[in-house]
């Protein structure tokens, strides 16, 4: 038999203070592990402010760009979630490398619109002049 056990938030929150306080700790980390505790507990709007204060210590931090966009979406906010990849991606478009990033905009420029294949082309000859071998292009859905 399997047993379960539910670990309410508040108790990983001071588990993670307390790990915290004993050891120096990347403060990146921190608030991603924190954002990924909270979208497990569905509470995205507070996952949402761990991964933007993630993004202000590192704002080229591509997991945290990622779960940011994730908890966009699930509060509704899908244009949003488009943008904040966007601009990732025109400010450092070396990111472009990063697989789940590619995959994760492709994905929401489905969900905008039909009519995104433009901007999913265009990402995908970002991908072949940056770098051509670290995503594979079979699973964005183009043409």
Request: aromatic share 4%; proline share 3%.
């Amino acid at each position: 038999m399997i047993a379960f056990v539910l670990i309410e938030t508040h108790v990983i929150n001071k588990q993670f203070d307390l790990a915290t306080a004993q050891h120096i700790s990347n403060p990146v980390d921190e608030h991603i592990n924190r954002g990924l505790i909270l979208i497990a507990h569905n509470q995205f709007a507070s996952a949402l402010e761990q991964f933007n204060t993630a993004l202000q210590h590192d704002p080229l931090h591509v997991h945290a760009a990622n779960n940011k966009a994730i908890c966009l979406l699930h509060l509704g906010r899908l244009p949003e979630a488009v943008d904040s990849l966007e601009k990732l991606l025109i400010t450092s478009p070396y990111l472009v490398a990063h697989e789940s990033l590619v995959q994760n905009i492709c994905a929401l420029y489905d969900l905008q619109s039909q009519n995104m294949q433009g901007k999913k082309e265009v990402i995908v000859e970002l991908v072949k002049s940056i770098a051509p071998h670290s995503v594979d292009l079979s699973v964005l859905k183009i043409g």
